[in-house]
């Protein structure tokens, strides 16, 4: 029995997915550039970066070369230790973080980030200095701009177990 219109189309989908995942370098996901604070600058002045730019994180560098990353998740892991905003952000980042090139595979990212629980993880350059971030919404857009209609037109509430196509009808 052949496979139907749908498992054909589904396993093309997944080819695609994965090739472009295994092939494609970290510079095709357009990292943002990051938001870097020295590791003297306070937690404060670091949380209000955050804010101004709206990003998950920020990365820490001493000179040029990254030192750390701190996250939300750093900060919100300390704030029930009453954490002092007035501390420097080495007393709550995550020193020495995992990193990539602009040349390795984005599924190079992926597994580093998947196996260490991260949501950003640093790009950096030959020198060690900072040049971009990424983070789990960048790899999401990514997968979903390989087949962009057959994800865009999902209704905003699909019914459970009615069968949809790609149309999203």
Known sequence: MGMSEFEDAY???EQQVRGAIL????????PAEPVCVQATTTLREAVEAMN???AGCVLVTGGE???GILTER???????GKLDLDEPVTSVMTKNPETVGMEHGIAYALNKMHVGGYRHIPIIDAGGRPVGIISV?????FIVSLFPSAVLNVP???????PRTE???
């Open 11 to 13: 396993e093309d989908d």
């Open 23 to 30: 092939t494609q370098p970290v510079r095709g996901l357009e």
């Open 52 to 54: 101004r730019v709206k």
């Open 65 to 67: 070369r990254l030192v």
């Open 74 to 80: 750093d900060i919100l892991r300390h704030v029930v």
């Open 137 to 141: 919404r960048d790899i999401v857009g």
């Open 156 to 162: 905003p509430e699909p019914e459970l177990g009615i």
């Open 167 to 169: 149309g999203g009808a």
